[in-house]
């Protein structure tokens, strides 16, 4: 059973940090890209960061620079180290697998709420 669990969302000022962090579980985590999607309300799901199987990193021209997207193949784990963040990234944030049919899949967790206070 595929499974995503995100965790360390949070209210934070504008300038601030957090750390997200997403167990994932049923999946080939090894040869599996991953990547941090988030949904704003009233606004589509949207792709802001994802890491292939073998480390490499890619960001949306809105994060570029203030995130960072990891993984922990030992742990299963991925995570989203966020700086500078601003009241535009202010989203539910979610992760999955990453593929050119992301948008499709079923698989998705709860998210955490990131909210950034101006």
């Known amino acids: 059973q595929v499974q995503f669990v995100e965790s360390g969302g949070g209210l934070v000022q504008t300038g601030g940090s957090l750390r997200l962090s997403c167990a994932a579980s049923g999946t080939p985590f090894l040869i599996s890209a991953f990547g941090w999607y988030r949904q704003a309300p009233g606004k589509q799901r949207e792709v802001v960061a994802t890491?292939?199987?073998?480390?490499?990193?890619r960001y949306s021209d809105s994060v570029k620079g203030r995130f960072a997207i990891s993984r922990d193949n030992r742990n299963s784990m991925v995570y989203l180290q966020m700086d500078r963040l601003q009241p535009e990234d202010t989203a539910v944030y979610y992760c999955n697998e990453y593929s050119s049919k992301w948008s499709s899949s079923v698989y998705w967790g709860q998210g955490t709420q990131v909210t950034v206070s101006s």
């Open positions: 890491v292939s199987n073998g480390g490499t990193t």
